[in-house]
C-alpha cells in the first residue's frame, strides 16, 4: 500500500525557514515522482515543486524558484522541501502526493497538475507570520 506521511510544519516570522519532510512507503522514490502541492483556505491546491523518480531532477513552479529546494534521501525514502525566505503568502496546508503515471520515461514530473498525483498525505500545516 503506497503512503505519504508529511511533517515540519509550524508557525514561523517572515524571512524565516522551514524544511518539510515526506516519509513514503509502499514504494521506492526512485520509482515513482513526488510531488508537493500547498492549499491556502479558500483556495485551490496549487502546486510548488516535485522531484523525478528516474533521476531525482527537480521541478519547480514559479512560487518556490529561488527559495524553495527540493531533494530526496533514498536510504530513508524521504522527500524534503526546505523553504526559505518565507512570505505570509506562504501560509497554507503542504501535502506531498505520488505521480500516477509516467512522464518523460521518468525523467521529468508536472509541477502544476495535482490531479496527476494520488495517495496523498495528511498534510503539514504552515503558517507565516509576525
Known amino acids: 500500500q503506497l503512503r505519504l506521511v508529511e511533517s515540519g510544519g509550524d508557525l514561523v516570522q517572515p524571512g524565516g525557514s522551514l524544511k518539510l519532510s515526506c516519509v513514503a512507503s509502499?514504494?521506492?522514490?526512485?520509482?515513482?515522482?513526488i510531488g508537493w502541492f500547498r492549499q491556502a483556505p479558500g483556495k485551490e491546491r496549487e502546486g510548488v515543486s516535485c522531484i523525478a523518480s528516474a533521476d531525482g531532477s527537480p521541478y519547480y513552479t514559479n512560487i518556490a524558484k529561488g527559495r524553495f529546494d527540493i531533494s530526496r534521501d533514498l536510504g530513508q525514502n524521504t522527500v524534503y522541501l526546505q523553504m526559505n525566505t518565507l512570505k505570509p503568502d506562504d501560509t497554507g496546508t503542504y501535502s506531498c502526493?505520488?505521480?500516477?503515471?509516467?512522464?518523460?520515461?521518468?525523467?521529468?514530473?508536472?509541477?502544476?497538475?495535482?490531479?496527476?498525483?494520488?495517495?496523498w498525505g495528511q498534510g503539514t500545516q504552515v503558517t507565516v507570520s509576525s
Open positions: 509502499g514504494f521506492n522514490l526512485d520509482e515513482k515522482a
Open positions: 502526493g505520488v505521480l500516477i503515471r509516467t512522464y518523460n520515461r521518468d525523467y521529468s514530473c508536472p509541477v502544476t497538475l495535482p490531479k496527476e498525483y494520488d495517495h
